[in-house]
Every structure is written in C-alpha cells, then in structure tokens.
C-alpha cells in the first residue's frame, strides 16, 4: 500500500502522487452512491426473476386461486413502481407473452368469481396494474400493451363491459368498504370508480369498435350514479365520463348518419 493512503508520505514536495483528500473523498462517495445503485438494480432484480418464476409456475396450472392471481398483479405493480426502466418493459412483455399465461390471468381476474370482496380486491390490483404511468406512458412497451389491452377488451368490448358491469355492481353493494390487497394501494369506493374511468377509456381509445358496445351508455350511467352517492371523487369521475362520452357519441353519430340504403362515403352510386 502506497504511504499517503494511510495519511503520511515521506516525500514531501517530491512525492508525484495527488494528495487532495477532498478529491479522495468524492471518489470514495461516487464509490457508495455506484455501489448503493448497483445494490438497488440487484434487487430489482431479483424481484422481477422472482416474479417471473411465479408466472411460469402458474403457467403450468399449479394454482388459480384468487388471492395467488392476486398476488402477481401486486408483484407487478411494485416492478412497475421501481425506477428500473428495463424492468418495466420486462414486464409489459411477459404480460403479453401467452407462454407465461397472462392472458389466462386476466380472464380469471375478469370473472369476479363466488367471492365478492377477494375478486374485487384482485380487479382493483389489476386496474392499478394496468394503468401504471410505467406502462401507459411509455412507447418501447406500448406495442406489448396494447395486445393485452386488446385480449381484456374481447370482441367488440365484449369482455371489458362485462367486467366493468359486474364491478360496479359488487362496488354498489359493498360501497361503504375500502379494499387492499397485499402492498397494493388501500382503495376507495371512490378511487376505484377512477381506477374504471381510466381503464375504460384508455381501452376505448384502443378499441374503437368497443365504443359502439350496446351496454356502454349504460354502464357510464351506473359509474355516474355510484360516483355522485357522496363519493369524494364524483367531480373527477364525471369530467371523465364525460371526455368518454364525447368520444363515444361522435363514433355513434357516424354510424347513425350511415342509414341502411344511403350510400356511404366513397361508395358508386
């Protein structure tokens, strides 16, 4: 070991080294601060291979009980909460990848099954999950998104309605009740009718066809309705509906103004 890294140097003026213990000092802090980053990019790690694992492991039909689907979209959520970027886009493709079945995750999460609360607290996992800023916002993962957007639609929105009409109904029932599940955020009545608006139009913005679904004017009637029944969120929730409704009705208006017999544009007479 050189003599001046232990503090003393026995050549004075002549010694060429740097002796700058302020410049030591910062080179020791880039030091931590790389260490430290590279600890955290580590255990992101980790919980993503770990989350990884646990998608294949139901991939092979090991289990589907509610609160294990649960439990994925939770873990997904945390990866999405990270800073790690890569990550993010890992687990946009995996969602999207048929090998790892998270089409058949969604599909269960979609069915709300016999137990009311434990389906409605895995859907909200799931709508938090799926309308992360991580996700949404981001144009390397958007092509992976908009397949599993595309797969939760169904037909013609089929899917998708189906399951917004069946959680707002359970919502309705237990409208006093704020719903957790695991780390995921405690959820309002309130704040899971955003969590619906959201959702349903960032599907419809993906979906056009799903615009014209005959249940849609009814089911943003019973969001509105829930929504202005005291709930802390009803002004927020309405502007939504209403952006969404403006979207819908100038679809719906094309369509109206295409009568059976007239010719459509671009049409020979």
């Known amino acids: 070991m050189l003599p001046f890294s232990e503090g003393a140097c026995s050549f004075g003026a002549r010694c060429r080294f740097l002796h700058d213990s302020t410049h030591m000092l910062n080179t020791e802090e880039m030091t931590d601060a790389g260490n430290s980053r590279h600890d955290e990019d580590n255990e992101a790690s980790k919980q993503y291979h770990g989350w990884r694992r646990l998608m294949k492991y139901q991939a092979s039909g090991y289990f589907k009980a509610p609160d294990e689907t649960g439990q994925l979209w939770n873990d997904a959520l945390e990866l999405l909460d990270s800073d790690d970027r890569n990550i993010h886009q890992l687990v946009a493709r995996d969602l999207a990848n048929d090998e790892f079945r998270g089409f058949g995750l969604i599909l269960e999460t979609t069915k709300l099954g016999a137990q009311p609360i434990q389906s409605l607290a895995v859907a909200i996992s799931f709508l938090w999950m799926i309308t992360h800023p991580s996700l949404l916002d981001c144009l390397s993962v958007d092509t992976f998104i908009g397949t599993v957007f595309s797969f939760f639609s169904g037909a013609n929105g089929s899917r998708a309605i189906k399951f917004f009409i069946d959680f707002c ?79 819908t009705g100038q679809d719906r208006d094309s369509l109206v103004n295409v009568l059976p017999g007239d010719a459509a544009p671009g049409d020979k007479p």
């Not at 960032?202 to 799903?210: D, I, S």
């Open 169 to 247: 109904r359970i919502l309705g029932q237990h409208s006093q009740a704020s719903v957790q599940y695991g780390s995921s955020p405690t959820t309002t009545t309130g704040q899971a009718l955003l969590l619906v608006t959201d959702t349903l139009y960032e599907l419809l913005k993906r979906e056009p066809r799903a615009r014209l679904h005959d249940d849609l004017p009814s089911l943003l009637d019973t969001v509105s309705e829930l929504a202005a029944n005291g709930q802390d969120t009803a002004q927020a929730v309405a502007a939504r509906i209403a952006v969404i409704r403006r979207m």
